[in-house]
């Protein structure tokens, strides 16, 4: 039975040049973030209703550190509604000082044009939440957060969302103190299918859900409410609703959403 609700993933991995239809055939509104700044012209000129487009930086990625311009970055910030993926990694190969170049200067663009930004964090927590709490940047959404009870409290004193996916659902260490009100769900597609076989598309959100009913003691229509809610709290702290597509409206209303 389909639920009156689609899943939201929050960060997923998606081609720029994929056909609608497929998008559409996902039955899932998905955050399709990118990681280089080539791909940035692609995702900004597409036009799906339940796909959501992101300009990123990966910190693992050279060629991304490499072509990554400020002022350009800033100029996309006028067409994009949400940024990522973007970050830092200590188990990269890349040049450390170049991803923190990269990533200040993400974050201080944000504190001037508030985004959602999904950020990568690997084996880099403290660095990741030194860089937050050095400037006041709006909600942001820490994706696959592998940090320690101490550091996870740090984050939600600043303000930060969790988009939790299939393997993170089984650490406690996150969902044990991230409050409901602050969590979104994910697949991080292709990148989380050795943990989650059922995970074979972006949207593809059933195992992480199916924890959340036991946890939040609700039904999964009850969990997609609760994620819708928290999306649109998102969507306002960052001030991006006015730029949602017709669908979101709509699905953050049957949420009963009323931000």
């Not at 550190?65 to 990269?92: I, M």
């Not at 059922?198 to 039904?219: C, F, I, M, Q, Y």
């Not at 709290?233 to 960052?238: I, R, W």
């Amino acid at each position: 039975m389909r639920l009156a609700l689609p899943p939201l993933d929050a960060h997923a991995h998606v081609d720029t040049s994929i056909a609608p239809n497929m998008l559409r055939e996902l039955r899932a509104v998905v955050v399709a973030v990118t990681r280089e700044p080539c791909e940035w012209d692609a995702a900004l000129a597409r036009r799906d209703p339940s796909t959501l487009w992101a300009i990123g930086a990966h910190p693992g990625v050279a060629g991304a550190l490499d072509d990554f311009d400020v002022d350009r970055f800033r100029k996309a910030l006028d067409t994009a509604a949400f940024v990522g993926e973007v970050g830092l990694d200590a188990r990269a190969t890349t040049n450390r000082e170049r991803q923190r170049q990269v990533f200040d200067a993400v974050l201080d663009s944000l504190v001037d044009e508030p985004r959602p930004v999904t950020i990568h964090s690997t084996a880099a927590t403290g660095d990741v939440l030194a860089a937050l709490s050095a400037r006041t940047v709006t909600a942001p959404v820490l994706h696959w957060w592998r940090g320690e009870r101490a550091q996870t409290t740090t984050a939600l004193g600043i303000g930060c969302f969790f988009s939790i996916n299939a393997h993170e659902v089984t650490r406690p260490r996150v969902l044990d103190l991230v409050p409901r009100e602050r969590v979104l769900t994910e697949t991080d597609f292709p990148h989380t299918r050795r943990y989650d076989r059922a995970s074979t598309r972006p949207g593809s959100l059933d195992a992480v859900e199916a924890h959340l009913e036991l946890r939040w003691n609700t039904d999964r229509l009850g969990v997609r409410r609760q994620v819708w809610r928290n999306f649109g709290s998102l969507l306002v702290e960052t001030r991006v609703i006015d730029r949602m597509p017709r669908a979101i409206l709509a699905a953050l209303a049957s949420a009963g959403f009323e931000g």
